[in-house]
């Protein structure tokens, strides 16, 4: 079964941008829907956006449309989402997760913090 | 605020039964859109608990059950134990955001 492995936590300044990758292993994305949900310190989950492998084109959620993309390498092995101008709202715990064909989420990766903070 | 409305904590003692509600509107659930759960333990990624608004993944114990009807869910545990201390989510979709995915704002479980 396909395993969701993200790169290591991150601390940037504010104005700056992150770019979280998260790989498969033991697989590829070819047949999943991945999407990336944060969680602020102490606060409940939040979808971001998604990106479809087989239409290869990404969605996100009106709040972070302009400031996030999502985009996957041509193997369809690793998926990168990058968050511009970033403030100190943006310290959350960064998770990808497959998508089921019902829209929920099967696999999770471990998660990826992002700290902001001048 | 969460666009799923659930209470923000619920507690009970062990091998009882708890419930926790998930309440939403005409655009997401009541929509007929599925209705999913997520138990999330401390300092670790959530983890599938239901999907499609009554469905155990495999490995899920029988003691977690789920219903749908109107504009809310419901997640019920029986049985309750101390590993069952988390905070549980419900998640759905949502047309009135151009097509979101939304969560609710969690319920964190406390086995008295």
């Known amino acids: 079964q396909v395993q969701l492995v993200q790169s290591g936590a991150e601390v940037k300044k504010p104005g700056s941008s992150v770019k979280v990758s998260c790989t498969a292993s033991?697989?590829?994305?070819?047949?999943?829907?991945i999407s990336w949900v944060r969680q602020a310190p102490g606060q409940g989950l939040e979808w971001m956006g998604e990106?479809?492998?087989?239409?290869?084109?990404?969605n996100n959620a009106q709040k972070f449309q302009g400031r996030v993309t999502i985009t996957a390498d041509k193997s369809t092995t690793t998926v990168y989402m990058e968050l511009r101008s970033l403030r100190s709202e943006d310290t959350a715990v960064y998770y990808c997760a497959t998508e089921g064909r019902l829209m929920n989420f099967e696999i999770w990766g471990q998660g990826t913090l992002v700290t902001v903070s001048s | 605020q969460s666009v799923l409305t659930q209470p923000p904590s619920v507690s009970g003692a062990p091998g009882q039964r708890v419930t926790i509600s998930c309440t939403g509107s005409?655009?997401?659930?009541?929509?007929?859109?599925?209705v999913h759960w997520y138990q999330q333990l401390p300092g670790t990624a959530p983890k599938p608990l239901i999907f499609?608004?009554?469905n155990r993944p495999s490995g899920v114990p029988d003691r977690f059950s789920a219903s749908k009807s109107g504009t809310s869910a419901s997640l019920a545990i029986t049985g309750l134990q101390a590993e069952d201390e988390a905070d549980y989510y419900c998640q759905s979709y949502d047309t009135s955001l151009s097509g979101y995915v939304v969560f609710g704002g969690g319920t964190k479980l406390a086995v008295l």
């Open positions: 499609g608004n009554t």
């Open positions: 990106f479809n492998p087989v239409l290869r084109a990404s």
């Open positions: 033991g697989g590829t994305f070819s047949s999943y829907g």
């Open positions: 005409s655009s997401n659930i009541g929509a007929g859109y599925d």
